[in-house]
């Protein structure tokens, strides 16, 4: 299906988001009340993973709507690159505010990664969400996250370091940065051959930073999106795999929502599900799917 794509602004606080809208050209009534709104990793920009299910979803014939967060690509907001996963969480209301001032009433929700734990927060408070996919899920508490980052020292660690840029921050205005991605610095946020994010012809495309606040450390590490599962009481379809990041927090995640709910478990890596079409092109079947039978 041919879809036209729109560039909006709406505020999120005191500054304003920029989003792209994809709408689908011959929707009827009912179908034209009906939006999606996607999210994409941590550190990345609208034009990367959210954007590549949105245009999937665009084609399928749903209505859909990306956005950078705050401090990010070209949203204003400041500190630049700070991932405060509370702050993520309130820009996604602000867009699901601004979805319902355009007149959608039937409002869904794709996280893909990390922004799936901010998704799934929003919408366990958010009564305008009517339905959540999460695709690849990052879901993590503290336990579970501490062997990715070199165990409870090395979450002790960055959180020492996040609080001592946050104060030098408060103090001067001055962002202490660490690379997104590299596979030289040990410091990286993300240390080592993560080839989607190095391969300029999937994520390493011009829009996108590649950097991070380093007091994005406490916030980061100390989200929890399990514990808010038991509040999301919508219908919640999950695409996953048993080789991809934080398996056990997606399970305990989905084991503990009350509503109807279903999972796919399929094979691949965390990476595969953000472009390779073995792991999208049934990601995106699921989720349009759900949506279909539940907006």
Not at 87 to 94: F, Y
Not at 149 to 155: I, K
Not at 227 to 236: E, F, I, L
Request: aromatic content about 10%; glycine content about 8%.
């Amino acid at each position: 299906m041919i879809f036209t794509t729109t560039r909006v602004r709406f505020p999120s606080g005191s500054d304003v988001l920029v989003g792209d809208l994809h709408q689908p050209q011959g929707q009827d009534t009912e179908s034209a009340t009906t939006i999606v709104i996607v999210t994409g990793s941590w550190t990345t920009v609208k034009e990367q993973q959210a954007d590549f299910y949105a245009r999937r979803l665009a084609a399928a014939g749903l209505t859909t709507l990306v956005f950078d967060f705050r401090g990010f690509g070209q949203s204003e907001g400041n500190p630049r690159c700070w991932e405060n996963p509370a702050r993520k969480v309130e820009d996604i209301h602000a867009a699901v505010s601004f979805a319902a001032s355009q007149g959608y009433t039937r409002i869904g929700a794709l996280g893909i990664c990390a922004s799936a734990g901010y998704q799934a927060v929003n919408a366990a408070d958010d009564q305008r969400v009517c339905s959540l996919a999460l695709v690849a899920p990052w879901l993590h508490n503290r336990e579970l996250v501490a062997p990715y980052y070199g165990g409870e020292a090395g979450v002790s660690d960055r959180i020492d370091m996040s609080r001592a840029a946050a104060a030098r921050y408060a103090e001067t205005g001055e962002v202490s940065y660490i690379p997104a991605i590299s596979t030289t610095d040990e410091s990286a946020a993300m240390f080592g051959p993560f080839d989607y994010y190095l391969d300029p012809q999937r994520g390493d495309i011009p829009e996108w930073d590649k950097q991070i606040a380093v007091m994005s450390w406490e916030p980061w590490l100390t989200f929890n999106p399990i514990d808010s599962a038991s509040k999301v009481t919508v219908p919640v379809h999950m695409v996953h795999s048993r080789d991809g990041a934080v398996p056990d927090g997606a399970q305990l995640f989905f084991d503990a929502l009350p509503g109807p709910k279903h999972i796919d478990w399929l094979p691949g890596t965390q990476l595969d599900f953000y472009d390779q079409p073995a792991q999208v092109d049934p990601a995106v079947a699921a989720v349009v799917e759900h949506f279909r039978h539940t907006l």
